[in-house]
């Protein structure tokens, strides 16, 4: 039987009993690293995020506080669960820039060129 209560609000949402666990000394870690002002300010966001996940706030709350989506908050999660603290850090990207070509110099273009 389902029952509808008019003008009560319902939970939204679902529950999860995913909870973060940090050792000692990776609560020290993650707390240098949200006071440290030489690191990258995204690392020092993932520290602050993960903290407050371990202290149990839940992942939407935490997400909405530190700012990140929650698609984002989730990626890190995975990457800390793996990869530990070393997955928080910024990994470096691949090269995207498209080398500029020279006008005139295509292989359709039938020129010799002689220096």
Do not use: C
């Not at 609560?27 to 690293?33: E, S, V």
């Not at 002002?37 to 020092?44: H, L």
């Not at 995207?96 to 020129?111: H, K, S, Y």
């Amino acid at each position: 039987m389902v029952l509808f209560l008019k003008g009560l609000p319902m939970a939204r949402g679902r529950t999860t009993s995913f909870t973060i666990r940090l050792t000692p000394g990776q609560r020290q870690t993650l707390l240098a690293w949200q006071r440290a002002t030489t690191i990258p300010a995204g690392q020092a966001r993932r520290a602050r995020l993960l903290l407050l996940l371990a202290d149990g706030m839940t992942i939407t709350d935490a997400a909405a506080t530190v700012g990140p989506s929650r698609r984002h908050t989730y990626k890190w999660i995975q990457r800390f669960v793996q990869e530990g603290l070393e997955g928080l850090q910024d990994k470096t990207r691949r090269d995207r820039r498209i080398e500029p070509r020279q006008a005139g110099l295509t292989d359709q273009n039938n020129v010799d060129i002689v220096f």
